[in-house]
């Protein structure tokens, strides 16, 4: 992606059929009241769409949420098309109702980080500045 300027860009996305959006928006929220550009691609989204969007976008990471239970089918579909697209560089990260178990395994796959419930919006704020790529200084 050459050498970035400007804020972090983040792409929240609700992937599946999960209706549930209120963490998102939440975490949209506390992202860009510090500082990052977000893009929020709303309800209902697949894997392709989130990928598409965070290219278009030249997003630096994706963060994810989901409770529908689907999250090691969706998470895993999201990291597979970066590889595929040679956009390996954008840092993936997520929350939501999320087994213990599974963190581990998504991980493995290429989820850099997982937020479950209780988790602090500074907690990830700070999470998403330390790791994903800084801003060129102006």
Do not use: C
Request: proline content about 5%; aromatic content about 4%.
């Amino acid at each position: 992606m050459g050498v970035a300027a400007g804020p972090i860009r983040v792409v929240v996305a609700k992937p599946g059929l999960d209706g549930h959006d209120r963490g998102a928006k939440v975490i949209a929220r506390a992202l860009r009241d510090a500082g990052m550009e977000v893009i929020y691609t709303g309800l209902h989204q697949t894997p392709e769409q989130i990928v598409d969007t965070a290219l278009q976008e030249d997003a630096d990471a994706i963060g994810l949420s989901i409770l529908s239970g689907a999250h090691n089918t969706l998470f895993t579909a999201v990291i597979e098309l970066l590889r595929e697209r040679d956009a390996e560089d954008i840092l993936v990260f997520g929350g939501g109702i999320i087994p213990e178990a599974d963190i581990p395994l998504l991980k493995e796959k290429g989820v850099a980080e997982i937020f479950t419930p209780g988790a602090t919006t500074a907690s990830i704020v700070n999470w998403v500045r330390t790791n994903a790529r800084q801003p060129a200084e102006a």
